[in-house]
DNA sequence: TGGTTGACTAAGT
DNA sequence: CACTTAGCCAACC
């Protein structure tokens, strides 16, 4: 592949078709392995367009945890039963016990 | 070409 | 401890 061909977008639906089942991530946490940590935004911007993809947009939450994001998927609560479908408790559209279930790329990177 | 937009984050109040 | 403000930057119009 060219990843200079690549736009961000390409970049960042690679790097969430990483996430392990059962795991997520937050925006910055991805933004941040490709070298753009202040653009989360831009991560999220591109989940956007990840819909229709074979992206596991579900597992990509924010910095607390919170499912920011389940407001841009079809039913009001989908993106939580995929998370609780996994194996991640949610509640209250927070994952709880987020530690043990976040996974970082960058510690994926060998 | 230039201005607006956001599924973010960190810092301040 | 909860809310507000500001900075960020690629894509879109």
């Not at 736009?7 to 969430?16: H, L, Q, S, T």
């Not at 229709?52 to 920011?68: C, F, S, Y």
Request: charge should be neutral.
């Amino acid at each position: 592949m060219k990843p200079e061909t690549l736009g961000f977008f390409e970049k960042v639906y690679e790097v969430a078709r990483q996430i392990p089942y059962g795991r997520v991530t937050s925006y910055g946490a991805i933004a941040r392995y490709l070298g753009a940590t202040k653009s989360a935004r831009i991560v999220g911007y591109a989940m956007n367009g990840s819909f229709g993809k074979d992206v596991p947009a579900h597992r990509v939450v924010n910095r607390k945890g919170l499912l920011t994001g389940k407001h841009h998927f079809e039913g009001s609560h989908l993106m939580q039963q995929l998370l609780e479908n996994e194996g991640i408790e949610v509640i209250d559209n927070q994952i709880q016990n987020l530690e043990s279930v976040f996974w970082d790329p960058s510690e994926e990177m060998s």
